[in-house]
């Protein structure tokens, strides 16, 4: 089992930028596939990016390709996600998430979830 805290979350202005973090307890960090979800108020959750469990795979959505990256230090159990040309459209909960299979985009595959850490993009 693996315990996920988000942070780096806050207030930005479009065009901004953020770093969000999630640290995961435990030893077998390096044995999941790692996923960042977001959900703004009254939307269901969507897939950010997920990345695999070396760190060399990654896939995002469309709407934030180009613009976020992820990325993981497995010797730190924390997997990274920096946001920069921050849009309105991006302000939601963001969500860590941890799967013990292989690579994926659909949320309901991801096993272990972190509580959240809000981004808020003013225009």
């Known amino acids: 089992q693996v315990q996920l805290v988000e942070s780096g979350g806050g207030s930005v202005q479009a065009g901004g930028s953020l770093r969000l973090s999630c640290a995961a307890s435990?030893?077998?960090?390096?044995?999941?596939?790692m996923g960042w979800f977001r959900q703004a108020p009254g939307k269901e959750r969507e897939f950010v990016a997920t990345?695999?469990?070396?760190?060399?795979?990654?896939y995002y959505a469309d709407s934030v390709k180009g613009r976020f990256t992820i990325s993981r230090d497995n010797a730190k159990n924390t997997v990274y996600l920096q946001m920069n040309s921050l849009k309105p459209e991006d302000t939601a909960v963001y969500y860590c998430?941890?799967?013990?299979?292989?690579?994926?985009?659909?949320?309901?595959?991801?096993?272990?979830w972190g509580q959240g850490t809000q981004v808020t993009v003013s225009s």
């Open positions: 998430a941890a799967r013990e299979a292989g690579f994926s985009s659909f949320r309901f595959e991801y096993d272990y």
């Open positions: 435990g030893r077998t960090f390096s044995s999941y596939t």
């Open positions: 990345i695999n469990r070396s760190g060399i795979i990654k």
